[in-house]
């Protein structure tokens, strides 16, 4: 399934759920299976030929990968891949998101 949220008030409610400084940087145990994928993506203003500069490409920015039963993310950016261990919450919240 793939959803997209657009909108300022649907970003800010995704950031906030994330309490990003709650986490902790600790690898998810080995016997653990990713379960969801997010996809970040950043517009950028397309530059080909400069005629139209309402139009934007969307270039991927990062993913969030969420862990089946167990509270723990990863989240890549470019090549880089960081393993955090999240509150209960925020791996269910990730975890329901539609």
Do not use: C, H
Not at 29 to 38: G, L, V
Not at 73 to 89: A, G, L, M, R
């Amino acid at each position: 399934m793939i959803a997209t949220i657009t909108d300022n008030e649907g970003i800010e409610e995704i950031v906030q759920a994330l309490q990003i400084n709650k986490w902790k940087l600790e690898k998810a145990p080995s016997n653990s299976s990713i379960e969801k994928r997010f996809i970040l993506f950043n517009s950028e203003m397309k530059k080909l030929g400069g005629s139209n500069d309402k139009e934007k490409e969307l270039k991927e920015v990062a993913k969030i990968m969420v862990f089946q039963d167990v509270p723990y993310i990863d989240f890549q950016i470019k090549k880089q891949t960081f393993s955090f261990k999240v509150p209960e919450e925020v791996s269910d919240y990730m975890y329901n998101i539609q």
